[in-house]
């Protein structure tokens, strides 16, 4: 079963911006799904619309097989929402947060209780409990709206820009968090700006700009289609000059004494070019990408797509 | 099983307005009973003693019903309006938004945290005018009972659909200050509509607050400047056409969805 379809979904926003120009998508039952793209590209419209908080203009969507428009209420008790900015009352403490919510999906309260500490314990909130959430931490009260829309345990997880403005441990961790929820049952649709979160976390993604999807399928076809790489050289030489190496057939960028920037072509292997550094005496003392793999689809993908458009007015 | 559900969900709203307003007790319930309290010296013991009756009844007793009246309407009123605007303003409504809550329970469950506010407030303002009438009876509980739920209802109704238009906080005290103060103050809360000359007495019935005062006033005292089953009809029409405004907002989504 889909855990959720999309075919033809439109939505012309008042003024006449067009946000979504008819985007089909579909994401299968327990799949970890990365829907990526710009500042604007129509990422929160889509997801707005699955959880209606926005009203389309035109298009179908179900989730788990429920319409949205003829079967709305039982495809909200599919989804748990987690949106990109807080939107909790600052004012009232963690648990009531979560218990409330639990509420409006019509779980009981005692029930509601008994997940909430379930729930919290697991996101390390219980001890916060009785905290008012605007004296959480920005990391806490990522964590604190994971739980909120987990309480009344929904198949379908969507979370938009989840570790936004979250420090690098508290990512990681709630990484793993995620992934274990996946393995539990729960699918689950991220939009990251983290390409590296896309990357990790995700077996499938679709990357949607200016309103349309340029590319739907999964991470590691999706990887395999790069072509070029460019990797970061720290370099060192005995006499401890500025080392200016000279590399035949490929293109490089000196970026300061000893590092060097060289862009790799898939059927040229990294061999040849240690091979010509070790013959001009210099040591490769460390490598890395320059960019995230996906980054640099996303970036060409993107910037495809925008070239194969006409232009405004032509 | 959906109504199971719905009454959680009601529930839920209903004890969440109610912790609120009851959190900021010193902001919500404090305030209704100091200015009463004024009203009560001011006009009741000062310059009331000076007017002497007012409808066969000594002029303190005559003003307790419409000023509690007056609590109730302003209570329900801003608890609702502030309460949903500051929904809107937090965007904290879009975790009734994205459940399955249906309208009706939401307009109940706001409407619910309105009236308990209003029925609290009542209670302290009457407790407050024990300390300058004698003798507080009750000729009509039912009307009286009957009168200030219905109020409260309307007015919490009026709540919501200003918060659902306003777009700042300025925009939830224009009206309080702009309409229902007026219509208060000229809703015979001080005076009997009788005592106004011609043309102003006809006016002053087209006031709807006139209506709720003067039936919660025959509850209390049994006079009244208006036919009671009147009063209560016109309170009942206004319930009803308010309601559907908000239902309608709301399921359209106006304010609150893109």
Same mark, same amino acid.
């Given at each position: 079963?889909?855990?959720l379809s999309i075919k033809n979904l439109r939505k012309t926003y008042k003024g006449?911006f067009e946000a979504l120009k008819g985007i089909?998508l579909?994401v ?5 799904f990365?829907l990526l793209g710009?500042n604007g590209a129509g990422k929160s419209t889509t997801i707005g619309i699955i959880s209606s908080l926005v009203n389309k203009t035109s298009g179908e969507v179900s989730v788990?097989?429920?319409?949205l428009d003829?079967?709305l209420?039982?495809l909200k008790?599919q989804i748990g929402l987690v949106p990109q900015e807080f939107n ?57 709206m994971?739980?909120?829309a987990?309480?009344?345990?929904p198949?379908l997880l969507i979370l938009d820009e989840p570790?936004a ?24 649709i991220l939009t990251t ?13 679709a990357?949607i700009?200016q309103g349309a999807i ?101 | ?87 809107k303003?937090?965007r904290n409504i879009e975790e009734m938004l994205v459940a399955p ?16 506010? #209003?029925? =609290?407030?009542?209670?302290? !303002?009457? /407790?407050? $005018?024990?300390? @300058?009438?004698?003798?507080?009876? +009750? *000729?009509? #509980?039912? =009307?009286?009972?009957?009168? !200030?739920? /219905?109020? $409260?209802?309307? @007015?919490?109704?009026?709540?919501? +659909? *200003? ?14 200050? @702009? ?73 359209r989504g106006v304010g609150i969805r893109s």
């Amino acid at each position: 079963m889909k855990a959720l379809s999309i075919k033809n979904l439109r939505k012309t926003y008042k003024g006449g911006f067009e946000a979504l120009k008819g985007i089909d998508l579909e994401v299968a039952e327990g799949d970890f799904f990365a829907l990526l793209g710009p500042n604007g590209a129509g990422k929160s419209t889509t997801i707005g619309i699955i959880s209606s908080l926005v009203n389309k203009t035109s298009g179908e969507v179900s989730v788990f097989g429920y319409d949205l428009d003829t079967q709305l209420v039982e495809l909200k008790r599919q989804i748990g929402l987690v949106p990109q900015e807080f939107n909790f009352n600052q004012f009232e403490t963690v648990r009531q947060i979560v218990v409330n919510q639990a509420g409006y999906y019509g779980v009981p309260r005692e029930v509601a209780h008994e997940r909430a500490e379930h729930y919290l314990k697991q996101l390390g909130l219980w001890d916060k409990r009785d905290a008012a959430a605007r004296m959480l931490s920005g990391g806490m009260k990522r964590r604190l709206m994971i739980a909120r829309a987990l309480l009344h345990e929904p198949r379908l997880l969507i979370l938009d820009e989840p570790t936004a403005g979250v420090d690098i441990e508290l990512r990681r961790s709630m990484w793993d968090y995620l992934i274990e929820i996946n393995k539990q049952g729960i699918t689950i649709i991220l939009t990251t700006h983290y390409l590296e979160e896309a990357e990790t976390l995700c077996r499938n993604i679709a990357i949607i700009d200016q309103g349309a999807i340029v590319e739907n399928t999964s991470v590691k076809r999706l990887l395999t289609t790069l072509n070029r790489e460019t990797f970061v050289l720290d370099m060192s030489r005995n006499d401890e000059q500025r080392i200016e190496p000279q590399l035949e057939g490929f293109t490089m960028r000196q970026t300061d004494d000893h590092t060097i920037e060289v862009d790799v072509e898939k059927s040229q292997g990294l061999n040849k070019v240690f091979e010509q550094l070790s013959a001009q005496d210099i040591k490769v003392i460390s490598m890395r990408n320059k960019a995230n793999r996906l980054e640099e689809l996303f970036v060409d993908l993107v910037e495809r797509g925008r070239a194969n458009k006409p232009a405004a007015g032509a | 099983m959906a109504s199971s559900y719905s009454a959680i969900a009601l529930k839920t709203i209903w004890i969440k307005e109610c912790t609120r307003f009851l959190r900021i007790w010193v902001q919500t319930l404090v305030p209704p009973a100091i200015t009463m309290t004024l009203y009560f010296i001011i006009f009741g013991s000062i310059v009331g003693e000076r007017i002497g009756d007012m409808s066969g009844r000594p002029y303190m007793e005559f003003i307790v019903p419409g000023l509690i009246m007056m609590s109730v309407i302003t209570n329900s009123y801003s608890n609702v309006a502030s309460s949903f605007f500051s929904a809107k303003f937090q965007r904290n409504i879009e975790e009734m938004l994205v459940a399955p809550v249906s309208t009706p329970v939401i307009i109940a469950g706001y409407v619910g945290g309105g009236l308990a506010r #209003a029925l =609290i407030v009542a209670v302290i !303002v009457t /407790l407050v $005018s024990f300390a @300058f009438v004698e003798n507080v009876s +009750i *000729n009509h #509980a039912g =009307i009286l009972v009957l009168t !200030v739920i /219905l109020t $409260s209802t309307l @007015f919490s109704l009026a709540g919501l +659909i *200003n918060a659902v238009y306003a777009k700042t906080f300025d925009d939830i005290s224009i009206v309080p200050t @702009f309409v229902l103060t007026p219509l208060t103050y000229l809703g015979g809360v001080f005076f009997s509509v009788s005592l106004l000359p011609g043309i102003w007495e006809t006016v002053a019935r087209f006031n709807p607050i006139l209506y709720m005062v003067n039936a919660f006033r025959y509850g209390f005292l049994g006079v009244s400047d208006v036919d009671v089953g009147v009063a209560l009809g016109v309170i009942i029409v206004f319930n009803l056409a308010f309601f559907a405004t908000a239902y309608t907002l709301l399921q359209r989504g106006v304010g609150i969805r893109s």
